[in-house]
C-alpha cells in the first residue's frame, strides 16, 4: 500500500503541473473528442477486467492503478482550477458578472454538491476505512467541484478584460458589440488570430450598466490606438 500511495502523490503533483499549464481548452472538448474518450475509457476497462479474469491483472495491481488514474484527474482540475484563479486575479477586480440564479448561483450549488460528494467519497467522516483509492477518488470529485466553481456561464466583465468560461480576452481585443436582441449582448472579438462571436443573456435591469461599461471599454481602447 505504500508504494500506491506514494506513487498517487507523485501522480497528483505531477498532474497538478500539467493541469496549471493548461494544455487543454474547453473550447478544445467536442462531441466527437469526448464521445472518442469515453469509448477508449470503456475499452481500457473491459481489457484490464478480462486481464485480470485471466489472472494477469489482480486486485492490489488494479487498486494501484485505479488510485493513480484518480489522483491525475484531482491533480489535472487542481492545477486548471489555480490556473483559472491566478488568469482571474491578473486580469483584476470584477467590474461586471451576470449574478442570476440559473446563470450563478445554480451552477455554484451543483459545483458544491460535488465537493460535498467528494469529501463524503474519502470515507473520513464515516466508519468505513479510509483507503488509497477511495480518497484519490473522493478528492477528484472535490477537485472537479472546485474547478467547476471557477467557470461562469456567462461572461465575466474585469478590469482588464473578460473572461469567457476558461478563454481570457483582454480589453484590446475586444472588435465590437451589439445587441443581438433584447437582453442578449453580442460580442465580437478575437482569439488566437480568429475572430470569435459570443452572446450572452444580460438581466434587464443590468443593460445600462454593460452598456456603459462597454462603451467605456471601446472608448478606452480608441484612445490607446489613437496614442501608439
Not at 467590474?95 to 446563470?103: C, D, G, K, M
Not at 483582454?170 to 488566437?192: A, H, R
Not at 480568429?194 to 444580460?202: A, D, F
Request: charged share 20%.
Amino acid at each position: 500500500m505504500i508504494w500506491t500511495i506514494i506513487s498517487g502523490v507523485l501522480v497528483l503533483f505531477v498532474s497538478i503541473w500539467l493541469g496549471n499549464r493548461r494544455f487543454i481548452k474547453l473550447e478544445q472538448i467536442t462531441v466527437r473528442r469526448f464521445l472518442f474518450a469515453g469509448i477508449l475509457g470503456m475499452v481500457l476497462f473491459l481489457v484490464l477486467r478480462y486481464l485480470n479474469n485471466l489472472g494477469y491483472f489482480p486486485q492490489p495491481v488494479g487498486a494501484a492503478f485505479m488510485t493513480n488514474c484518480y489522483s491525475s484527474f484531482s491533480g489535472f482540475f487542481l492545477g486548471a482550477a489555480y490556473a483559472q484563479y491566478k488568469m482571474k486575479k491578473d486580469l483584476g477586480d470584477i467590474e461586471y458578472v451576470n449574478t442570476a440564479f440559473i446563470s450563478d448561483l445554480l451552477p455554484n450549488l451543483l459545483a458544491l454538491t460535488i465537493i460535498i460528494l467528494g469529501i463524503a467519497r474519502t470515507s473520513i467522516f464515516s466508519e468505513l476505512p479510509v483507503s488509497p483509492i477511495r480518497m484519490s477518488s473522493g478528492i477528484s470529485l472535490i477537485a472537479v467541484g472546485i474547478y467547476a466553481i471557477t467557470l461562469k456561464v456567462t461572461p465575466e466583465l474585469r478590469k482588464k478584460g473578460f473572461v469567457i468560461l476558461d478563454r481570457e480576452i483582454p480589453w484590446k481585443d475586444l472588435i465590437s458589440y451589439n445587441w443581438y436582441q433584447e437582453q442578449v449582448i453580442e460580442l465580437e472579438f478575437k482569439y488566437k488570430d480568429q475572430i470569435r462571436i459570443h452572446r450572452s443573456v444580460v438581466a434587464p435591469e443590468d443593460e445600462k450598466e454593460v452598456e456603459k461599461l462597454l462603451s467605456k471599454k471601446m472608448i478606452e481602447k480608441m484612445e490607446k490606438e489613437a496614442d501608439s
